[in-house]
């Protein structure tokens, strides 16, 4: 078998680097290894290639910048882990607030228990003190 490599020709509009060319088809490639379905029909059968061939006939979209930044932020809130995360820190934080809510009448009972015998010694001596 013969490989061929041609430099690969692709529009400096959309991509300013052949260093984003190959960052924006390693994260497609990995993509399609994950089971992403291919958005072109190709005779390829490695996922590197298939990725380029997509990024150079304009399949894909790449963002760049300030756009790349946002998509990714808002990409991260869509992830199920991110969003069962959040539920779960939810559920804590409610179940933290209720043993708090215990703990806290606890204390209170605790506290006018105290006071209530510290008032009864105080009159118990009073009552001493008077007669």
Do not use: C, W
């Amino acid at each position: 078998m013969d490989i061929i490599s041609l430099p690969i020709e692709f529009e400096k509009k959309k991509l300013d680097s052949r260093y984003r060319l190959v960052i924006a088809a390693a994260m497609r490639a990995k993509d399609l290894s994950q089971g992403a379905r291919p958005k072109i029909e190709s005779k390829a059968k490695k996922h590197t290639t298939v990725a380029l061939q997509e990024i150079i006939s304009n399949s894909v979209n790449i963002l760049t910048g300030e756009a790349a930044i946002n998509a990714e932020e808002r990409a991260k809130k869509l992830i199920p882990e991110y969003m069962m995360d959040e539920a779960k820190q939810k559920e804590t934080l409610h179940e933290n607030l209720t043993e708090l809510e215990k703990d806290l009448k606890v204390y209170l009972h605790e506290k006018s228990e105290q006071f209530s015998t510290q008032r009864k010694k105080d009159d118990f001596l009073r009552e001493e003190g008077s007669k």
